[in-house]
């Protein structure tokens, strides 16, 4: 799992577990900042290590939600060593070459991976699956959405950032913007 710390890493190792995912090892990646952290896991305490260039050895799939530069520089890394990547940045949804797949809508895409395989962002993964069943009975030419993005996409800083301005909004106080940077896109 590399981006373990991250908001998004911790919800994903936690949806490992309670979906009882089989995995006879977790490795946990993150940033040297994050190394030593604890993440617990099926009552386990396990140790973050640090994301290396050989962090991949024996890993047969790897889970990367740690921004689309990390992902650009070790998921070819990953696919080297043998594992398959499943990559949740925007680093390679636009790639002809990988497949973007949503599980329920185009399962099949799975096959073609090459060793990378991409998913969309959070909010077009639940439009297409309520899009996909009204495509295959009247079709769909056109689509507008807006979205309005979770700031936990973004990660914990910024999740703590907007409890703080809203604890100082409601009590009547100047807000502080620190500024974090928005999550990948697309």
Not at 117 to 139: F, Q, R
């Amino acid at each position: 799992m590399v981006g373990a710390t991250g908001a998004v890493g911790r919800e994903m190792v936690s949806i490992l577990e309670e979906r009882e995912f089989p995995v006879s090892e977790l490795v946990l990646l993150a940033s040297e900042r994050s190394e030593g952290e604890r993440i617990e896991f099926y009552g386990k305490n396990r140790s973050v290590a640090k994301l290396t260039r050989d962090s991949f050895e024996d890993v047969d799939i790897a889970l990367f939600s740690a921004g689309s530069e990390r992902s650009l520089k070790f998921a070819p890394l990953a696919v080297k060593s043998g594992a398959v990547v499943i990559d949740n940045s925007s680093a390679f949804r636009m790639d002809p070459k990988i497949p973007l797949v949503v599980p329920e809508v185009n399962a099949h895409a799975i096959e073609k991976h090459g060793g990378i395989i991409a998913n969309p962002n959070c909010s077009t993964i639940g439009l297409i699956m309520a899009l996909k069943p009204i495509h295959d009975a009247a079709g769909v030419k056109r689509v507008v959405v807006t979205t309005f993005q979770s700031v936990s996409g973004t990660g914990r800083e910024a999740i703590d950032e907007l409890a703080g301005q809203t604890v100082a909004l409601l009590n009547f106080k100047d807000i502080e913007k620190k500024g974090l940077s928005p999550p990948d896109r697309l």
